[in-house]
């Protein structure tokens, strides 16, 4: 899909300031939203918006559908009257700087409770009417995935990996006694889900209002511990026992001798086929009616994908094993159209990654952060982009423009001052002019870089298990100087 000359920034929900404890649906993201459309800007991408588990990684969500509940407005709630002023006016002392996601879980899941039981006694007709056709709406998931979360929360958020045999491989009548005895629970989290997609859905409508279009995240894999992986079990690479037989990963390479072990349960792509790839395709439905355009994370696994025997705590022991994704992507373009789809091809990509990306006309990424460890023939240097790709200052698994510069050998310093034709002293708004600059028809720069903060701003750093995610921006960043700044930069590059 071509898409028009324009340009964005990446920032997730998490990091929006609210006095809340983390960023969220509430006024701060529409004043967001008004600082891009002031700043000249057409995109807002935004991670994965899933409910996270161990470790807050939006990659690593319970649902490939669902909503994460910490990113609730309370404020809004208090606008649908499920709770008052004084029960969110004194909310702990949390970080404005960083989300400290263990005490936000604990008291906005205390907040939710309390809305969810004015919830059950309300007498508006509309809003109990909205629920019901939610649910009805969107049966094809909730059902299962309140089940799942309520079997977690009443058995300590066991894994369900973990759960007694008859729950675990879901036997019928386990299933039905369950949800006799688990029935409050569910009622509650579709509640949640409700409010949540309630909350999203005019947020959305907002930004659209304000020319505004929002580029959404799909990763290619759904982690192990999940309803998808718990209800379609068929889909999956899964052993009789529910345990998965091979799990995902990345070969050994320069970064790492022992390649990248995920643990994702792989698909059973023979099984997709035989189906008409029926998952993928609600999948991709849903997401597209929650965002407007698709990042697809780790593009290169619909052509092959490294699958590392699920025993082995290392992933040297992987190999290459070929997926549909022709097919794939032309049963999705044959049930819901033109593909709006940004392809993350990063990493080992192969001609025939590139082929299978360009026969469906999708458009790659270029991350300037690499375009300066090598010769003039690097992909990621500007003179070489092409023009249906995004480019990229960095992304949220990078150092952010100032942190690299500050990190970078001598070569690459010298180099990237002689092509940017830089001094150096404003070194984001260098890669940010290259990036606007470019032939390339997308240009996207994560928040911290227009800021032109160093690596207090990462957002993550791979292969860590904790500490990430958790960076926060403040109010008074929207400010109108800078708005103007980007906006400027922004008409004198045609991306306006």
């Known amino acids: 899909m071509d898409f ?57 969500s319970f649902s490939a559908f669902a909503g994460n509940a910490l990113l609730i407005s309370p404020e809004r709630i ?76 009443s058995i300590s958020q066991d894994s369900w990996q973990d759960w007694e045999a008859p729950l675990k491989l879901r036997e019928p009548e386990a299933l039905d006694e369950t949800k006799r005895e688990l029935d409050e629970t569910i009622f509650a989290e579709k509640f949640y889900q409700f409010t949540f997609f309630k909350q999203w859905f005019a947020l959305k409508k907002y930004a659209n209002g304000k020319g505004v279009k929002v580029i959404g995240d799909v990763p290619i894999f759904v982690a192990l511990d999940s309803a998808d992986v718990w209800c379609n079990p068929p889909q999956f690479k899964l052993n009789a026992d529910g345990k998965p037989s091979v799990v ?65 705590k290392t992933a040297e022991n992987g190999r290459w094993i070929s997926a549909p994704g022709a097919e794939l992507l032309s049963a999705l373009r044959d049930a819901l159209g033109e593909l709006p789809f940004m392809a993350e091809d990063l ?53 952010t423009i100032v942190g690299w510069f500050k990190s970078a050998n001598r070569s690459e310093r010298d ?3 002689k092509y940017l034709n830089s001094n150096g002293k404003e070194i984001h708004w260098d890669f940010i002019r290259a990036a606007f600059a470019s032939v390339a028809d997308s240009a996207i720069v994560p928040l911290q870089d227009v800021l032109g903060l160093g690596n207090e701003g990462r957002m993550n750093l791979p292969s860590t298990d ?11 960043d929207f400010s109108d100087k800078l708005a103007e700044k980007l906006k400027d930069m922004t008409k004198i590059y045609g991306r306006v």
């Open 415 to 417: 180099f990237c001052l």
């Open 466 to 476: 904790s500490g990430n995610w958790n960076w926060r921006c403040q109010g008074k």
């Open 78 to 153: 208090v606008e649908d009257g499920f709770l008052t002023k004084k029960e969110i006016a004194n909310p702990p002392k949390f970080s404005a700087e960083r989300v400290d996601f263990g005490g936000v879980i604990e008291w906005k899941n205390k907040i939710l409770k309390q809305a969810f039981e004015r919830f059950k006694r309300t007498d508006d007709e509309r809003i109990a009417r909205a629920f019901h056709e939610f649910c009805d709406r969107n049966n094809f998931w909730l059902e299962d995935y309140a089940l799942y979360r309520a079997i977690k929360l």
């Open 347 to 399: 990493g080992e990509i192969t001609p025939a990654v590139e082929q299978l990306r360009d026969s469906f006309g999708l458009a790659g990424m270029k991350i300037l952060l690499f375009a300066f460890g090598g010769a003039a023939d690097n992909p990621y240097l500007p003179h070489n982009h092409v023009k249906n790709a995004v480019v990229y200052t960095g992304n949220h698994d990078n150092d």
């Open 4 to 60: 028009p000359r324009a340009s964005g920034i990446l920032l997730h929900v998490t990091s929006l300031p609210s006095r809340f404890g983390v960023g969220d649906f509430g006024g701060e993201a529409f004043q967001f939203i008004d600082f891009l459309e002031r700043a000249g800007q057409t995109y807002w991408q935004i991670l994965p918006l899933g409910p996270t588990g161990y470790g807050d990684s939006p990659y690593q």
């Open 248 to 312: 995902s990963g990345v070969p050994p390479d320069y970064f790492s001798k022992t390649g990248q072990r995920w643990g994702n349960p792989i698909y059973d792509w023979e099984q997709m086929r035989a189906d008409g790839f029926r998952w993928w395709i609600e999948r991709i439905r849903f997401a597209l009616q929650q965002t407007d355009i698709i990042r697809v994370d780790h593009f290169r696994g619909f052509e092959a994908c490294w699958e590392v025997p699920a025993a082995d």
